[in-house]
């Protein structure tokens, strides 16, 4: 367990300190726009189709809940679309690999920067556990929130957004009005 | 027409598998090069203080557009065959606000999530853990709400089929909005660093 911390704090500069932001040793966000820009772009040209993420969580969760209850998830079509005719294993996905590289091109930019540090990201004004508390909340809103779109900031903001998708752009509008309306509730963990 | 490459058979499966891994390492890397991996930096975009969400998510789309439009106009691709996610616009407006509030509240989105753990960030294992949660409950939840996700079916359909207008004007469109975007989200900004100074 020390050897990973020591790992992850091997810090070029000291840009990574917990109760602190630095946007200024991030890359401008207009030109990384365009390099994330020009990835989603690769991807439609290459594969014909663009960016996801959650998709691969759903792959995971399938797996788990037919592994324990195979009935159950035989007669629920939601896990029966991931898990598919039970010929190709269902982490052999494009999405699965996808999330897999996300990994790992984050840590690769994160090392570069002095940046990987274990750490928990929160404002000074609320204790570890209630940050943590929160960002298990949140992420299980975000988990239903985004089956229930069928699809995340990557694949309904960007991959449908850049496609002039009709349910892409409602759904990220949608996201924006959500997450403002509640930012003033939530203001003590991050401010 | 010869792109999307994959549509065409120039390539197998398995290759595919290997050129989602290699997108995925670019993805992730500029997610981190943003600042994507730290929650605290992304949260900042719901109190004005830091835009820069908005901003690389809307010179990502504007990227992109631009190119498939092009090279859609010079007959390299095939803008038929890209998939993009069908439009199911009851639960796209209801999931989309869910996500939203789960963004504020949990400080990730799903991509962003990923690059915060492999960057050592504890609270985005945590995020990740009420994803499974989520996504369980949602799959258990399924038969229940399997009628609602499922209204207001109109399949994959971009903004011009629907208005019935021209592509190229619905493109203008949205750069004069990320234009008028990405200005608004600059004088915020300053703004509220301006209030901060004041106050500090």
Known sequence: MTNIKKWFSHHLEDNAREGELFPKYYWNPYLVGIGLGIVLLSSFVIMGRGLGASGALSSMVAVVVNAFAPDHAAHNNFYQGYLGDGTVSPFKDWLVFLVIGVFIGGFISGAIAGRNKMMIEKGPRISNKKRLLFAFIGGSLMGFGAKMARGCTSGQGLT??????VGGWAFMLMVFAGAYATAYFVRRQWT | MTAPFFKFGYFNDEVSLIIAFIIGIGFGFFLERGGFGSGRLLAAQFYFTDMRVFKVMFTAIVTAMIGMFYFSWIGFVDLSLVYYGTTYLAADILGGLILGIGFVIGGYCPGTSAVSISTGRIDG????????????????????????????????????????????????????????????????????????????
């Not at chain 1, 449908?160 to 998708?165: H, N």
């Not at chain 2, 608004?184 to 901060?196: D, Q």
């Open chain 1, 160 to 165: 449908g957004g850049s496609m002039l998708s």
């Open chain 2, 125 to 200: 294992i945590f995020y990740a853990l009420g994803g499974f949660f989520g996504i369980f409950v949602f799959g258990e939840a399924y038969p229940m709400l399997e009628n609602f996700v499922n209204s207001y079916s109109m399949g994959m359909i971009n903004i011009p089929q629907l208005l019935d207008i021209n592509y190229g004007f619905v493109l203008f469109i949205v750069i004069l909005l990320a234009i008028a975007g990405f200005t608004a989200a600059e004088w915020g900004e300053r703004f509220m660093a301006k209030k901060k100074a004041s106050e500090g």
